[in-house]
C-alpha cells in the first residue's frame, strides 16, 4: 500500500513539471507575509508549513465541489522564492494530468477564504492569491445613521433653550407692564410739564464739538 | 427711561471676552501658519509683529474708541462723524452680511463632521466599498478617504460651478442648527452674547493646550516643528510677506466690519478701552502663534506617517518586485536598498517604474494648505492616525465649532446693532423678533452654499466679498478720523472718556503711518486683481481624484464684480445722497427767507 502511493506519488510529481509552471494560466500565485503580519510571532515557513497549505487548499476544494476525493497530491506547487511566494495548480484527483479550471479554484478559495487565512493566524492582506481580490464585508447600514441622532439631541437642546429664553422675555413682559398699568391707575399720568415723560427726548448732537481749551472772547 | 436707554455689557470683562472671542476665530488657525510655512517660518513673526504695532493695534483702539464715544452701531456712528461719509457704515454692514452668509456654512460644517464622530470607526479613515464588494470606491481609491468624505460625502461637490443640483440634506440641517444655535446666542442681544462669550472665548484655549501637550507627543511632531522654528531669512527681503502680514494683522482682528464699533457702543463711556485694545490685540496674535505650534506638531506628525507609508509601500514594492525574504528589507534601508536594485537589475527595475513613488519628508511638508483644506481634510487626516482618535475628533471639531460661532456673534451683532439705531426697526419690532428675522433671511440665503457647486461659491465669498471692500471702508475710516473729523477733536472724546490724551505714538500712528500702510496695500491689491488676469477657482475633478484650476465663466466674474461694487459704492451713494439733501434743504430755506422779504 506504502509502495503503491509513494509509486504514484514519485509519477505525479515526474508528470507535473511541465503542469505547473510559474505564469501559468491555471494557477494562482500566493504571496505570504509571515513577518508583516506576526512581528515577534511569526514562524519559519518551511516544508510543513507548505505541506498545511497544501492540505488546507485540497479541503477548499473538497467542500466546494462536495467530493471526498481531493488529497494533499492533487495540489502542485512550484517557483518557491525566498519572498514566501509561489504558483500553485490544482489537478484533478481522477486524471493527474487534467487541471482543474481556473475559474472554479477561485471560487472555492473564495468560499474557504477565512478558513484557508485562520489556518496561518493571517489576513486577506498578508496571505495573498494575485488575481483574486478579497471580498469586502458588505457596510453596515444601521436604520438612523449615528450622526442624526447626536443632531437630534443638540437641535433640541438648543430650541428647549430658544424657546425657554422666548418664554422667559414674554412673561418679564407681561409682569412689567402689569405693574406699570398698577402705578398708572394709582398715579394718573406720569407728566412733565405738560408734555408725557415718553417724548421728552432729546438728541444729543454729538458732532457739534465740545468747549476749546481756551476759549475764544 | 428703560426703552430708551442702551443695554450695556454686566462688566468689563464681558466686553474683553467678546472682543477675543470675535477676534481669535478660525484664521489664527488655520491662515497664520499657512502664512508661516510660506513665508520662511519663525523669521515671518518679524514683519508679523511689526505690522501688529503698525497697523493693527492703532486701527483697533480708534474702532473701540468711535464706537464707545457714539454709542451707535457703524451706520449711526460714521453719520454722526460726518454726514457725508455714513455710507461707511452702510458698506460695513452690507460686507458683514456677504460675511455672514457664508461663514456660517463653515460651522455647519464643523457640525457635520463634529456629529460623524460618534461612531467606531471614523467615516474618513477607510474607503468606502464599492456595489459589487470587490474593492474601494473608485474616487475613493484615487483620492485619499479624508478627501473623499469631504468632496463627496459632505459637500457632493459637482465638477464645475456651471451644474445645478439639489440641496444636500444633511448640510442644511447642519447649517440650519448653526443658524438656530446663533439665534440662541444673540436672541436677548447683548444680554445673552455677553454671558455665551465666556465660554466661546475660553473653551478654545484649553482644548489648543490639549491638543499642544498631544501634538508635541506624537511621533515626527519634532519634524514640524523644526521646519516652523528654523527662520528661513531671505524671505523678508520679498515684499510679498511684508503685504501678507499687513493682511493677516488687519483680517484678524476684524477691522472695518463695524463689529468692533457694535461691541464697544454697549460699553460704559468712561471705559478704559485703550489697555482693552492692546490687550486683545496680544492676545490674538499670541494665539495665533500658539495654534501654529499646535498646527506645526500635527503637520509634522502627518507628514511623517505619510513618508512612512510611503517608504513602507516601496519597500513592499522591492520585496515583492524582486521575491526578496520579508526581513531582507528594513524601513530604514529602503531608499538604499532602491538604488542598489535599479543599478544591479535595471530592466527589471524599469518594469516596476509606474509605481515606484519618490518618498520625501521635506516635500510631505512643504505642501502648504490653508483655509477649509487644511482644517477638514489635513486635520482630519492627522486625527485618523492618532490613538483614540474618536475623541480626538470630536474635540478638535468642538474647538472649531466655538472658534466659528465666537466669530459669527461678532459679525451678527455689526449687522444688528446698526440696523436696530433706526428708530424705525426698533419701535415696531422686538429684540427678538428682529434677530429671528435677520437670522431666518441669512439662513435661506445660505442654503444656495449647499447645493454641490455651493463650495465653488463660497470660495467666490471668501476670495472676494470681504478683502477689498474692508481695505476701502477702513481707509476711508482712518483719513476721515485723521484728517476730516481732525485728530484734534479725537484727541479731546478720547481724553472725555478716559481722562488723558492718547500720547504721541498713537497721533503718529493714526494721521501718518496707519493711512500710507494701507493706501500702498490698497494700491497692492488693485495691482494683483488686475494683473491676475482672469479670476480662477480649484474645481475638484472626480476621475483624477483631485483638484485642477478651472477659470469662472462669465456670470462668475460680474457676480464678483457686484460683490465688490455693491459694498464700496455705498460709500459715494451716502456721500451724494447727503449732499443732495443739504442743498435741497439750502434752497427751501433761501426760499422761505426770501418770501419773508417780499412780503
Not at chain 2, 530604514?332 to 544591479?344: A, G, P
Not at chain 2, 524599469?350 to 521635506?362: K, M, Q
Amino acid at each position: 500500500m506504502l509502495g503503491k502511493t509513494l509509486f504514484l506519488l514519485c509519477l505525479a510529481s515526474a508528470l507535473s513539471e511541465p503542469l505547473c509552471l510559474k505564469d501559468t494560466s491555471d494557477g494562482y500565485k500566493v504571496r505570504i507575509s509571515i513577518k508583516t503580519a506576526l512581528g515577534d510571532e511569526a514562524y519559519e515557513w518551511n516544508e510543513n508549513e507548505m505541506f498545511l497549505f497544501r492540505a488546507t487548499l485540497a479541503f477548499a476544494m473538497r467542500r466546494y465541489f462536495n467530493r471526498e476525493d481531493f488529497n494533499v497530491s492533487s495540489i502542485l506547487v512550484c517557483d518557491e522564492t525566498p519572498r514566501v511566494s509561489f504558483w500553485f495548480v490544482v489537478v484533478s484527483p481522477q486524471n493527474a494530468s487534467q487541471l482543474i479550471d481556473k475559474a472554479d479554484v477561485e471560487n472555492a478559495i473564495r468560499m474557504s477564504r477565512h478558513r484557508i487565512n485562520s489556518a496561518f493566524l493571517l489576513t486577506d492582506s498578508t496571505l495573498e492569491f494575485i488575481g483574486i481580490p478579497p471580498t469586502y464585508a458588505a457596510p453596515v447600514n444601521p436604520a438612523t445613521p449615528p450622526w442624526l441622532i447626536v443632531f437630534g439631541v443638540v437641535m433640541g437642546a438648543v430650541c428647549a433653550g430658544i424657546i425657554g429664553l422666548l418664554v422667559s422675555t414674554v412673561l418679564k413682559k407681561k409682569g412689567l407692564t402689569e405693574d406699570e398699568n398698577d402705578e398708572e391707575e394709582a398715579q394718573d399720568k406720569a407728566v412733565e410739564n405738560g408734555i408725557a415723560c415718553e417724548d421728552l427726548d432729546g438728541v444729543y448732537n454729538r458732532a457739534f464739538p465740545d468747549d476749546e481749551r481756551l476759549t475764544k472772547m | 427711561m428703560e426703552k430708551n436707554s442702551r443695554p450695556n455689557w454686566d462688566n468689563p470683562m464681558q466686553f474683553i471676552m467678546a472682543c477675543v472671542s470675535y477676534a481669535v476665530g478660525l484664521g489664527n488657525v488655520w491662515r497664520f501658519p499657512y502664512l508661516c510655512q510660506m513665508h520662511g517660518g519663525g523669521g515671518f513673526l518679524i514683519p508679523y509683529l511689526i505690522m501688529l504695532v503698525l497697523e493693527g493695534v492703532p486701527l483697533f483702539y480708534m474702532e473701540l474708541a468711535i464706537g464707545q464715544k457714539m454709542r451707535l452701531g457703524s451706520i449711526g456712528a460714521w453719520a454722526a462723524i460726518s454726514p457725508y461719509l455714513g455710507g461707511v457704515g452702510f458698506a460695513s454692514v452690507v460686507t458683514s452680511l456677504y460675511l455672514c452668509l457664508y461663514y456660517n456654512i463653515i460651522n455647519a460644517w464643523s457640525f457635520w463632521y463634529l456629529f460623524h464622530s460618534f461612531q467606531p470607526v471614523l467615516p474618513w479613515a477607510v474607503c468606502p466599498v464599492n456595489s459589487n464588494l470587490t474593492g474601494p470606491l473608485e474616487e475613493c481609491e484615487r483620492a485619499t478617504p479624508t478627501q473623499y468624505f469631504f468632496y463627496r460625502e459632505t459637500l457632493n461637490i459637482s465638477p464645475s460651478i456651471d451644474e445645478k443640483g439639489s440641496i444636500h440634506t444633511g448640510q442644511a440641517l447642519c447649517l440650519l442648527l448653526a443658524w438656530v444655535m446663533v439665534y440662541l446666542f444673540v436672541v436677548r442681544g447683548v444680554k445673552s452674547t455677553g454671558k455665551v462669550v465666556y465660554f466661546t472665548a475660553t473653551f478654545p484655549y484649553l482644548v489648543l493646550l490639549v491638543y499642544l501637550i498631544r501634538g508635541v507627543t506624537l511621533h515626527g511632531a519634532i519634524n514640524g516643528l523644526k521646519y516652523m522654528f528654523t527662520p528661513k531669512m531671505e524671505h523678508l527681503a520679498n515684499p510679498i510677506t511684508w503685504i501678507n502680514a499687513a493682511t493677516q494683522i488687519f483680517f484678524s482682528l476684524g477691522l472695518g466690519f463695524g463689529s468692533l464699533i457694535a461691541f464697544a457702543s454697549y460699553n460704559e463711556y468712561n471705559n478704559n478701552f485703550e489697555r482693552q485694545a492692546i490687550v486683545v490685540s496680544a492676545i490674538n496674535s499670541g494665539t495665533s502663534i500658539f495654534a501654529s505650534i499646535v498646527t506645526f506638531a500635527i503637520y509634522g506628525f502627518k507628514a511623517t506617517i505619510n513618508y512612512e507609508s510611503c517608504l513602507e509601500r516601496m519597500r513592499l514594492l522591492m520585496l515583492n518586485g524582486f521575491d526578496l525574504a520579508e526581513d531582507t528589507i528594513n524601513i530604514e534601508d529602503v531608499l538604499d536598498w532602491m538604488v542598489k536594485l535599479n543599478s544591479t537589475y535595471p530592466d527589471k527595475f524599469a518594469g516596476l517604474a509606474d509605481r515606484v513613488e519618490t518618498c520625501s519628508l521635506e516635500n510631505e511638508l512643504n505642501t502648504a494648505v490653508e483655509g477649509t483644506g487644511l482644517a477638514f481634510i489635513v486635520y482630519s487626516e492627522a486625527i485618523k492616525n492618532m490613538p483614540l482618535s474618536q475623541f480626538w475628533s470630536v474635540l478638535y471639531f468642538f474647538m472649531l465649532l466655538l472658534l466659528g460661532m465666537g466669530s459669527m456673534l461678532g459679525n451678527i451683532t455689526a449687522i444688528i446693532t446698526p440696523l436696530r439705531d433706526f428708530k424705525v426697526i426698533s419701535r415696531n419690532m422686538s429684540n427678538e423678533v428682529f434677530n429671528g428675522l435677520v437670522c431666518l433671511f441669512l439662513f435661506l440665503l445660505g442654503l444656495s452654499f449647499s447645493t454641490p457647486p455651493g463650495n465653488y461659491w463660497f470660495t467666490m465669498f471668501n476670495d472676494y466679498a470681504a478683502n477689498f471692500s474692508l481695505l476701502f471702508v477702513v481707509l476711508i475710516e482712518i483719513i476721515t478720523v485723521s484728517y476730516i473729523y481732525g485728530i484734534k477733536r479725537f484727541e479731546k472724546d478720547i481724553e472725555d472718556m478716559l481722562g488723558h490724551r492718547p500720547n504721541w505714538f498713537w497721533k503718529i500712528m493714526w494721521a501718518v503711518v496707519s493711512p500710507l500702510l494701507l493706501i500702498s496695500l490698497f494700491l497692492f491689491y488693485i495691482i494683483n486683481y488686475i494683473q491676475g488676469g482672469t479670476a480662477t477657482y480649484q474645481a475638484w475633478d472626480k476621475e483624477q481624484g483631485k483638484s485642477v484650476v478651472r477659470e469662472y465663466p462669465v456670470y462668475g466674474q460680474v457676480f464678483i464684480g457686484l460683490l465688490l461694487v455693491s459694498s464700496v459704492s455705498c460709500v459715494p451713494i451716502t456721500a451724494l445722497h447727503a449732499w443732495y439733501k443739504k442743498r435741497a434743504h439750502g434752497k427751501r430755506n433761501r426760499q422761505r427767507t426770501i418770501n419773508t422779504v417780499s412780503l
